[in-house]
Structures are given as C-alpha cells and as structure tokens.
C-alpha cells in the first residue's frame, strides 16, 4: 500500500484548561526544537520524570507542552463522543501516488509575501513558522495535499479549539434553516432559566453572531480577566472547600452581565458560543454532541470518532472543546463548500452555507487588523476577498479554510506558542491566496 502522506520529525478556547495557556518565556523555541518526538515527551514506560506532562499539575497546555497535549486532551479532561456511527466510512479522493508526490514538492515549493514583509517565503517554510501539525489540501474534490508533523499521526486527533464554535454555529444554522431554532426570539424565551442574565435580553442571532452586549473579557495575559472565572466555573476537577463562584458553563451563564448594547457591534467572547449550544440542546432535547454525531459525524463519512470536553456536570464545551481527525475536517469542509452535499446526499439545506459564506454585518466588525474587510456569522469568519473564502479558526493556529472561487478546502492544526491567532495570519493568509491561485492553475 502506498502511503500518500508525509512524515515529519489545543480555554484560551478550552476554558476548562486555559489557564496555563499563557506563555512565561522569552526564549521560544522552533517548530523543528520544539516537536514533541524530539523533546520526549511521554516517552518511556514510565517516562522520565522531566519529561512527564500530567494532571493535575495544570501545566499541560503551556508551551512546549502544548505541542504534545493537542493530541491528548482526552488523558487530561472528561470528554463526550462524538460518534461516527457503525457504518464504514466513505474514503476521500487522491490522485495517483506519482501525481500525489509531485504535487506536494510543487506546493512545497510555492512563494508568496508574508503581510508587511520584504522578503517572500515558501510554503513549506511557512508551516514550520506556524508550528503546523497536519495540512490537508483538497481541489475539486481531491486531496492534492496532506502532511502530519509533531504529535500528529494520520490515525490521531488533534484539538481544534474555537473551530469547535463554528461547528455549533453550523448546526445552529441548519436548526433555524428547519424553523426548530426560531433566531427572531429572545433567549430568555428559550432558556428561561437565564433570569436577569444580560443574555436574557438579547436575540438567538445576536447570539449566533456575537453581537450581543455582555461582559466577558478573554484577555488571557490578565489575570483578573472573566476567561479565568470561566474557567473555575468550568473545570470538571473538585471545587476548592471555599469555593463560591458558578458552577459549570450554564450557571456562570446565568450570572453574566451587560456591557454595551446588543446588536450595536461584534465582539469575540466565547460565552456567545456556549449560550447558543444550551439553545441548540434546549430546542432538540440532544447534548450538542449527540446533535453533530446524528446530523454530521455519521452522515458525511467520517473515519474516526470525534471527541469533545465537558464540565464538571457533564455539560459539552461548545465554544472550543472539540477533538478531530484532520480528514473528518477535511470532509467538512467539503460539506459547507458544496453547500449541505457531501457523499451524493444532501445533509442539510443549501442556505445554511450560502447564509455563512455570504458573512455578517462589515460594519459591526472590527479589531482584527490581518482581516480588515471581515464579518462574523453563525460563528464563522468571513474574509470577503476576491475569492470569497470564509473559515472556521481557532487559538494557535486551527483553521478550515474554504474557497469557493478556487474550489479549495484547506484544513490546518498547529500549536503556535502563542494563543493568539493575529500572530499567525501574517505567513498565513498570503500563503492560502498562493496555494488558491496554483490549484486554479492546474
């Protein structure tokens, strides 16, 4: 059998665990002196004590031990499944092994101009700057490209972080699509438990789309910020004896504040995400999980199970808890291109897609310099570029990039060292652009 891969060598969304996500050195190291084969660790039975990485030491996700625990979160948190069902799965296209190969040397070999740079940079070269960890390519259909580095194995999962919000954005979409999700209602309407919540008074879009007026602050270099709070509130490990904060996502949820107006603007906090799977739930009688296993996992062919983490209660991170393989993403990705088709059957409505591609409001969208023309909706990142790519992206580098002009899904998972993705877009982007306009080429 010939293998058609190469072999080299995750809140900040995972609020249960980001609170060890921000970096403490000065000194970082590369992608190639920070792969986790290379360091060790884990490696050993026992493995040495330096080069152990456990829980409850609440160290994992800081870098370099990042690198290694994106393709373990389940031996550190209580997850749920997401299940692919009993049926096989539907094998994705490749061209023949020569044609494979010579692709990926042409696409390695590729140049473009990183944003405010003076000298150009390849895209093999780029993926080492972003600490990538799989790169999944697919044109018309095929994949023309596919590379695992680090902790990644073709067989792993890897974390997808904040990707995970776009996934519930998505069914949150097709719910409405179906009228089960009415997004013209008040969430009060819907979850009346929310009480005096600042949540209560805003709609199921505003939601959807982050445009509501609450306080939450995701600064994960403060402290004192709300994403800590979170994340206490979250953890599944036992509360502290004098513990007196809330008690899981819901019930921090409960307790959340307003700050501006909803409506009036975009604004990212990861809160939106999790309201809107306590709806998705709420409307369906079905976790959110079980809701992406019935109505995704199992109808688009995927080969492995997925796997997201819960709170202390049992309840699904929506806004960043997922765990996948790269070609399942692959084939979502293919799945939102071709517009709710996949496989020769329709998974869901047409407009789901064409409501996310065509994005959110410009006007409300602001703050995020790499994308100075974007829009937000329904938990996806719209572009509006020439191409009109739009894509699900999440902390140290997680992305699903679809462009329709050039018939192209792209699928990344990395571990960049800092958990911010402004810092990536850079030898990101252009990259992308100049992968886009090889493949149309062709």
């Not at 539907?90 to 061209?95: H, I, K, R, S, W």
């Not at 992406?292 to 929506?318: H, N």
């Not at 990259?431 to 062709?442: G, I, K, P, S, T």
């Amino acid at each position: 059998m010939v293998r058609r891969t190469f072999r080299l060598g995750i809140a900040a969304v995972l609020s249960a665990i980001s609170a060890t996500s921000v970096l403490a050195q000065t000194d970082v190291l590369s992608a190639q002196q920070s792969d986790p084969n290379v360091i060790g660790w884990m490696q050993g039975f026992p493995p040495p004590d330096d080069k152990l990485i456990t829980q409850p030491d609440s160290n994992y996700f800081s870098f370099p031990k990042l690198r290694w625990s994106v393709c373990h979160l389940r031996e550190f948190l209580p997850t749920e499944e997401i299940s692919r069902g009993t049926n096989a799965p539907v094998p994705l296209n490749y061209p023949s092994p020569s044609e494979f190969a010579d692709l990926a040397r042409e696409i390695d070999a590729l140049t473009f101009m990183p944003i405010d740079a003076t000298t150009e940079m390849t895209w093999e070269e780029s993926l080492f700057a972003n600490y990538t960890d799989g790169m999944l390519i697919l044109h018309r259909g095929e994949v023309v490209y596919e590379r695992y580095f680090g902790c990644l194995e073709q067989e792993g999962k890897h974390a997808i972080m904040s990707m995970t919000k776009s996934i519930t954005g998505l069914l949150g979409e097709i719910l409405v699509a179906e009228g089960v999700l009415d997004d013209t209602r008040l969430v009060r309407d819907v979850i009346p438990e929310i009480g005096d919540s600042a949540f209560a008074s805003a709609t199921v879009r505003e939601v959807m789309d982050m445009t509501t007026g609450v306080q939450y602050s995701e600064n994960y270099s403060d402290p004192n910020a709300d994403i800590w709070v979170y994340s206490r509130a979250a953890s599944p490990l036992p509360k502290p004896a004098d513990y007196e904060g809330p008690d899981g996502y819901w019930e921090y949820l409960q307790q959340v504040q307003p700050e501006g107006n909803h409506g009036d603007a975009f604004h990212y906090k990861t809160i939106n995400s999790d309201m809107l799977g306590w709806m998705i739930s709420r409307v369906t009688g079905k976790a959110v999980t079980d809701l992406a296993s019935e109505r995704l996992w199992r109808r688009m062919g995927a080969e492995m199970d997925a796997y997201q983490t819960v709170d202390g209660k049992g309840v699904p991170f929506a806004g960043g808890g997922i765990t996948a393989g790269l070609r399942d993403l692959g084939r979502l990705g293919l799945l939102m291109l071709n517009e709710g088709q996949l496989n020769g059957k329709r998974l869901f409505p047409a407009e789901v897609a064409q409501k996310i591609a065509a994005g959110g409001d410009q006007s409300k969208f602001a703050g995020f310099p790499t994308i100075p023309n974007g829009s937000y909706k329904s938990q996806w990142w719209v572009l509006h570029n020439d191409h009109g790519a739009y894509a699900a992206r999440g902390v140290h580098g997680q992305t699903i990039y679809i462009d329709p002009t050039a018939e192209m899904v792209l699928v990344r998972v990395a571990s960049y060292p800092r958990a911010q993705n402004g810092y990536i877009d850079p030898t990101s982007l252009p990259a992308y652009q100049a992968v886009a306009e090889y493949l149309m080429m062709r």
